[in-house]
């Protein structure tokens, strides 16, 4: 039992993973550590979960402007997340993750979806991100 | 420019700027008159690589740009205790910029230095809570940019005309009401502003946000600590305060005419909560818990914070092994230094720093005690950044805990019995 939403790509590519659902929006800066990969924001409820090579959905963005850089170091190490699905538009990322192309060649794909479709995307689930934004769960 | 004509380096930015109006929507480039960049902050290799690639590049800032604060404090290097290395790659990534033509403010509260940007200027502004304080206090327009962008946009000269760049957007969506249990002490109280930042930053989200039934005319340091603890709690890059801001002379001019999507009350219990969430030690750390750290100036301090410091303080020291910290801009420190200010505060005991910040340069005394702050963002972010339990309270509650060694708080007029 699956499902198709086309989303707009913020930043292009194609990924596949599993999906980690944050159940709170998440700051990448002071909230991920780019070395491990691992979200160490001692107030979320997910510290601890490892982000690499996950498809990350975040219904919700949070805080600091330093994000960008975060996004664009731990690609750097290897540690990125798979693609990052939005619930809404966020600048900060995208632009980290242009900068990461650019310096590195890793694409993250970051695809924006309605609220209701992010909402939708159990946390494990099966995710496929196709070049175009469209994206298929399960 | 995109095209390379500038050089590599320019055509660079001017992709991360195109790249930036496609996420934004934006149908055009907008010209600014000065930009403020957070990327000089190390975060890593990829944060030198970037600047390398500009620098190599040939690019150079198009507009007057300050700098936030780096990863050290270059003019008093004794006080770093993390390794020679980690203090090298900040120093380079901060000279880096430097080379690009940026001023070197070192600064997260460039909206204290003599020039600024007055209402109704077009900036690219970073670092959450100067973002918040230029568009709300200052009027000056800037959309949230971040690390990469800003620089990108101060090299371009020009960003995207899209957000809080453009009027209706600046419009307040939401009404947050003080209610009438909240004492009018209270109001008067410093404590009160980062508090009601968490709650704001917490219910406002990203939307903009007006505070009605504050008092009229509060100063900007009162307004600075509401906007960064409302940017740590949540993404707030404007908000409104009824009689306090430029845009908000009356709740309509606020609402630019128009009807609020939602009204909140704040009471009391709200803020109290919000204040004790604040406070990480278990127990809620009562009066009398030992302190080994007091840190202040998170956003960096004003003139006028250091000389309230120093009235508090009259003439006493912080307690035997307690650390007394207060961050600030090198500007201003050296205003307070020609002043006999930083003397006057350094004989007292008082630590001065410039540059960085006690939540992201490794310079606080290792200490199994808590440290207190009266920063809704220091309280907010040290714990996962540098490890520490924290306790907050106003700057007069700190200061005079600093000197008793142990926690000193006035509940009262937080309806504490």
Redesign the interface.
């Known amino acids: 039992m699956g499902c198709r939403v086309k989303g707009r790509a ?1 930043s292009g590519g194609s990924a596949t993973g599993t999906a980690l659902v944050l159940d709170e ?1 998440l700051s990448l ?3 991920l550590d ?2 491990t990969g691992r979200i ?4 979320h409820p997910q510290r601890g979960s490892t982000v690499t090579g996950r498809i990350l959905v975040m219904a ?11 996004l ?2 731990s ?3 290897g540690t990125a997340p798979a693609a990052i699905l939005l619930g ?5 990322l ?3 993750a ?3 192309e ?3 060649g890793v694409r993250v794909p970051l695809v924006l979806l309605s609220r209701g479709d992010v909402l939708a995307i159990p946390d494990d689930a099966a995710v496929t991100i196709a070049e175009d934004g469209v994206v298929s769960v399960g | 420019m995109l095209a390379g004509a500038s050089g590599e380096g320019a055509a ?1 930015a001017m ?2 700027v195109v ?2 109006a ?3 929507g934006a149908e055009r480039l907008i010209p600014i008159t000065g930009a403020h960049v ?2 000089c ?1 190390y ?5 030198i ?2 600047v390398d ?1 500009l620098v190599d590049g040939g690019a150079q800032v198009a507009v007057p740009t300050t700098l936030n604060i780096g990863g050290l404090d270059l003019l008093h290097p004794e006080l770093w205790r993390g390794t020679a290395e980690s203090a090298e790659r900040s120093r380079l990534l901060m000279d880096r910029y430097r080379a690009l033509g940026c001023r070197p403010t070192f600064t997260c509260a460039p909206y204290q230095l003599s020039a600024r940007p007055a209402l109704g200027d077009q900036v690219a502004w ?3 809570n100067a ?1 918040v304080f230029c568009n709300s206090v200052l009027g000056a327009r800037t ?8 620089i ?1 946009c101060a090299i371009a000269g020009r960003v995207p005309d899209a957000g809080l760049h453009r009027t209706d957007a600046r419009r307040a969506v939401l009404v947050l009401r003080i209610a009438a249990d909240v004492p009018a002490a209270l109001l008067d109280d410093d404590a009160l502003y980062p508090v009601l930042g968490i709650v704001l930053g917490k219910v406002a ?2 939307r903009v946000a007006a505070l009605d039934g504050l008092p009229r005319g509060l100063s900007e340091d009162r307004l600075k600590a509401v906007g960064a603890a409302a ?2 709690s ?2 707030v890059a404007m908000f409104h305060a009824v009689g306090s801001t430029p845009e908000a002379p009356t709740l309509e001019a606020a609402l630019q005419e128009g009807e609020p999507l939602e009204t909140v009350d704040v009471g009391l219990a709200e803020l109290r909560a919000a204040r004790d969430e604040l406070t ?1 030690v278990g127990g809620g750390a009562p009066a009398g818990t030992p302190l080994g750290i007091v840190s202040l100036g998170t956003p960096h301090a004003s003139l006028a914070e250091m000389r309230a410091i120093e009235r508090e303080l009259a003439g006493q020291h912080p307690a035997p092994g307690v650390e007394l910290l207060v961050s600030t801009a090198r500007d201003l420190l050296l205003e307070a230094e020609e002043d006999g200010l930083a003397a006057r505060l350094r004989a007292l005991g008082v630590e001065l720093l410039v540059d960085t910040c006690s939540y992201i340069a490794p310079v606080l005394r290792p200490s199994p005690l808590p440290a207190m702050t009266d920063s809704g963002k220091w309280a907010f ?1 040290a ?3 540098i490890g520490v339990d924290v306790v907050f309270g106003s700057m007069r509650e700190c200061v005079r805990s600093a000197v008793a060694g142990r926690v000193v708080r006035d509940d009262a007029m937080w309806g504490v019995a």
């Open positions: 913020l929006p800066w002071g909230g780019p070395a160490i924001d001692a107030r919700g963005v949070r805080g600091s402007s330093s994000s960008s850089s975060v664009a170091e690609a750097r190490a809404e538009p966020d600048l900060i995208a632009v980290g242009a900068v990461a650019e310096l590195y | 660079f992709r991360l790249r930036a496609e996420v934004l957070d990327s902050l975060h890593g290799e990829a944060t690589d970037f690639r970073a670092e959450s973002i959309e949230r940019y971040g690390d990469f962008t800003d990108a989200g990203s940017a740590s949540g993404a990480t972010y714990p996962g950044n």
